[in-house]
Nanobody, 117 residues
Framework: QVQVVESGGGLVQPGGSLRLSCAAS????????MGWFRQAPGKQRELVAG???????NLLDSVKGRFTLSRDNAKNTMYLQMNSLRSEDTAVYYC???????????WGQGTQVTVSS
């Protein structure tokens, strides 16, 4: 059974940093996309950062220069380094993995990030 588990969320002061991890276990083949989404109360879920198979990344405009997406293929783990955090970054952050062969997609259960003084 494939499982996707996020970790690293928590409470942090404005201007602080957190690193989120997304670890995948089980039989996963043909990964074509990995990314982080977030959803704040009363708001739409939005893509924060994503990486495709070639290694090209894309970031939400509001996090550019502050967040960095990376992955460790050997560990089947993706990371989101978040610096200079702001209160508006407060949300539940979800990891998503999309596979093409065979087609499949997987979501983690989410990890809470709270930025508050």
């Amino acid at each position: 059974q494939v499982q996707v588990v996020e970790s690293g969320g928590g409470l942090v002061q404005p201007g602080g940093s957190l690193r989120l991890s997304c670890a995948a276990s089980g039989s996963i083949f043909g990964v074509i996309f990995m990314g982080w989404f977030r959803q704040a109360p009363g708001k739409q879920r939005e893509l924060v950062a994503g990486i495709i198979g070639s290694g090209v990344t894309n970031l939400l405009d509001s996090v550019k220069g502050r967040f960095t997406l990376s992955r460790d293929n050997a560990k089947n783990t993706m990371y989101l380094q978040m610096n200079s955090l702001r209160s508006e970054d407060t949300a539940v952050y979800y990891c998503k993995i999309v596979c093409g062969h065979p087609p499949a997609e997987y979501w983690g259960q989410g990890t809470q990030v709270t930025v508050s003084s």
